[in-house]
């Protein structure tokens, strides 16, 4: 497995636009470490504790995202160092990143997370639900957070024409909703693709791509 190979031909498959997440989640601080001196500076992770173990050994530079479900107890440990947390899909945990945004005294990026997927899984907002958390008084006194856009996962499957359908209805969404501005709400930024479906992805419309096993080998 050649990181700096993986990581090359992947960026050369993508538009300038779209940004690439390095998802480095159970890979050894080596293999970030390659990627890293291969020039990649954002890397994505699904377990708070993990993430931090890496940012305390990794360069300073880099910029972390926390792209898997998110426990509202554990936010204070990425509260002072994380650039974007994917995977937000409560107003309850919008509070709390509020909260620990503001004791660091910054404002932290957020994407809403988005259930798009026609297969079960516990994880996004429904679409009525994440109109009626944008639309919330509460929601609009939160200054220390920044909503960029949204996120969403395509169903696990084969079926291309299905996972175009679903990724085009977080589209539509993104859409739909970009000229909704408040002081903490901006969208500018669709994370939605992985290493089997990104390349289906950036042709609906994504602008960040989170890829692990194509760039670091299987988990
Ligand atoms: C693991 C993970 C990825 C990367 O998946 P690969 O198939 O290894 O590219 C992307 N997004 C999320 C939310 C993940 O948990």
């Known amino acids: 497995m050649n990181i700096a ?5 992947i960026k050369n498959t ?91 005294r910054r404002v932290i990026p957020c994407l809403l997370q988005v259930y798009i997927a026609t297969e079960e899984s516990k994880f996004g907002l429904a679409h009525d639900e994440l109109l009626q958390l944008i639309h919330s008084e509460e929601f609009k006194a939160l200054e220390n957070i920044k909503i960029i856009g949204l996120m969403g996962m395509a169903s696990f499957t084969e ?33 939605m693709g992985m290493s089997g479906d990104y390349k289906i992805a950036i042709e609906c419309g994504s602008t960040i791509v989170r890829i692990g096993s194509s760039i670091f080998g299987g988990r």
């Open 5 to 9: 190979e993986n990581l090359q031909n």
């Open 14 to 104: 993508l538009p300038e636009h779209v940004h690439l997440v390095a998802v480095s989640k159970t890979k050894p601080i080596a293999d970030l470490l390659e990627a890293y001196n291969a020039g990649q500076r954002i890397f994505g992770e699904n377990k708070i504790q993990e993430m931090t173990e890496k940012w305390e050994q990794m360069p300073k530079d880099i910029q972390w995202h926390m792209i898997g479900h998110v426990q509202t107890n554990k936010v204070k440990y990425m509260a002072p160092y994380v650039s974007l947390i994917h995977g937000v899909d409560s107003l309850k945990l919008l509070v709390e990143i509020n909260r620990q945004a503001k004791k660091w």
């Open 159 to 191: 079926d291309a024409d299905l996972i175009r359908k679903e990724f085009q209805s977080l589209k539509d969404i993104f859409d739909y909703l970009q000229p909704y501005q408040l002081p903490n709400c901006h969208f500018q930024q669709l994370s």
